[in-house]
């Protein structure tokens, strides 16, 4: 059983950094691709960031320029830096991995918020 731990998050005011971070256990093989995923209040789950095993990356419009997606493969972290952060980032944050021939899981949700 896969399981996704996601830490960070929190209370920040505009224009602050935040990270984020999810480590992945129980996987049976590779973790093709990690990434982020946000949902605001009243609206659907968007993609925020992900990054594949080789470390080629993909980032939403919004958040090019401010957010910075890594990853470590031996551990199966990904780890998401959010700097020049918005109130319109203010967002439920959940980690995703998707592993081939098995899925795609989900962790449980961090809460970012951004006071302006």
């Known amino acids: 059983q896969v399981q996704l731990v996601e830490s960070g998050g929190g209370l920040v005011q505009a224009g602050g950094s935040l990270g984020l971070s999810c480590a992945a256990s129980?996987?049976?093989?590779?973790?093709?691709?990690m990434g982020w995923h946000r949902q605001a209040p009243g609206k659907q789950r968007d993609l925020v960031a992900s990054i594949t095993s080789a470390g080629i990356t993909d980032y939403a419009d919004s958040v090019k320029g401010r957010f910075a997606i890594s990853r470590d493969n031996a551990k199966n972290t990904v780890w998401l830096q959010m700097n020049s952060l918005k109130p319109e980032d203010t967002a439920v944050y959940y980690c995703?991995?998707?592993?081939?021939?098995?899925?795609?899981?989900w962790g449980q949700g961090t809460q970012v918020t951004v006071s302006s």
């Open positions: 995703v991995a998707n592993i081939l021939s098995r899925g795609t899981y």
């Open positions: 129980g996987a049976d093989r590779s973790i093709s691709v």
